[in-house]
């Protein structure tokens, strides 16, 4: 009887390995043409549309706003004096986290390696005969963090976008 352990290991372990870095390569590829198409004055060119401008009908002169604003805080009370704050502006950090797109696909990818690495590893372990090579359990950690920091970064990702709406 032929053992297939070592070879189906084998394929699990390079086919994993395989689709990833395939997965990576096309979506660079994928990136590049949409930037190469955002470029052409053809491609997916986004209109760019200004702002519309205002006549001077639908501006309100100075007086009605200052009275409009007296009869609001005459009806407010003097003991209601909570000024509400419009919202700041994103930081820096959040703006450039807002712009980084490919931290998602990069931890979609990053995760189902570590784990079928992981999983790989576990069956190697109730292989008797077969060993796990020396450095594979400091790879498979390797992965882990690296995947446990990706998943980090593509959340707080969605969250600067969600800022920055």
Known sequence: MIDLSAPM???LVMGSVALSVLFTFGWALS???RWLADGMPLGGAKAKRKPAKRSGATRQPATAKRSRNASAKASRGAGAKTDVKPPSEPWRITRGLAKWRSSTALALVAAPTYLTAR??????SFRP???????FDALVAGLG????GLI???LMHRLAVWRCR
């Open 31 to 33: 990136r590049l043409l």
């Open 9 to 11: 290991t084998y394929l």
């Open 119 to 124: 999983l790989v590893e576990h069956g190697m």
């Open 129 to 135: 005969p077969y060993a796990a090579p020396s450095g």
């Open 152 to 154: 980090l970064i593509a």
């Open 145 to 148: 963090w690296l995947s446990a």
